[in-house]
């Protein structure tokens, strides 16, 4: 079955910088690749996500990027606030989801 | 439109009891899916559903069993509990996108003693 390895594990960023956090996966029949925020004692949220069929997706402060050839892919938040301080899943699907362990971004202020 | 919603949001079982967690969802999702969450280890999916009557098994699907009679239910029942399923169990339903989870309910934290 498909296999996710998120990394970094923990990541802190002072306001303002940029944070980057990647993803690989192993099986090549995967085609959607989706990142969700978790708060603490919340709930997941579906931030961003992207198919096979594109390399690049951007949706404000947020972006992610796919290669295919190398099955890694990538979350990029630009302009980092407090309020991203949150847990970061990527997650890789053909036919069920498999999910990264997560990463914990600290926005200093 | 409520979204999804687990219930209950906390319980505490001794071990070999049996219980079912409820989740619901009121916008007609085709897809939904639990999920438990152990610190460290990220979301593993556990069954899944693509509509009612279809169910199919996910990464952990050991000592849980679920079932779809409605596009609105899916409950997952916890057979003979045991320690090693004291986790947060989260429902997720979504309409297409590759069976990924577009919108979760609250969670349920389960301890089995």
């Known amino acids: 079955g498909e296999n996710v390895e998120q990394h970094p594990s923990t990541l802190s960023v002072q306001e303002g910088d940029s944070a980057v956090i990647k993803c690989t996966y192993s099986?090549?029949?995967?085609?959607?690749f989706p990142w969700y925020k978790q708060e603490l004692g919340k709930r997941p949220q579906l931030i961003i996500d992207?198919?096979?069929?594109?390399g690049e997706k951007k949706d404000q402060r947020i972006a992610v990027t796919l290669n295919k050839t190398a099955k890694h892919f990538s979350l990029h938040i630009t302009e980092t606030q407090p309020e991203d301080s949150a847990v970061y899943f990527c997650?890789?699907?053909?036919?069920?989801?498999?999910f990264g362990a997560g990463t914990r971004l600290t926005v200093k202020p | 439109n409520a979204g999804v919603t687990q219930t209950p949001k906390f319980q505490v079982l001794k071990t070999g009891q049996s219980m079912t967690l409820q989740c619901a969802q009121d916008?007609?999702?085709?897809?939904m899916s639990w999920y438990r969450q152990d610190p460290g280890m990220g979301l593993r999916l556990i069954h899944y559903?693509?509509?009612?009557?279809i169910t199919d098994q996910g990464e952990v699907p050991n000592g849980y069993n679920v079932s779809r009679s409605t596009t609105e239910d899916f409950p997952l029942r916890l057979l003979s509990a045991a320690p090693s399923q004291t986790s947060v169990y989260f429902c997720?339903?979504?309409w297409g996108q590759g069976r990924a989870p577009q919108h979760f309910g609250d969670g349920t934290r389960l301890s089995i003693l």
């Open positions: 099986d090549s029949a995967s085609n959607y």
């Open positions: 997650a890789a699907s053909q036919d069920d989801m498999r």
């Open positions: 916008m007609n999702h085709e897809y």
């Open positions: 559903s693509v509509g009612a009557g």
């Open positions: 992207i198919r096979s069929n594109v």
């Open positions: 997720a339903s979504s």
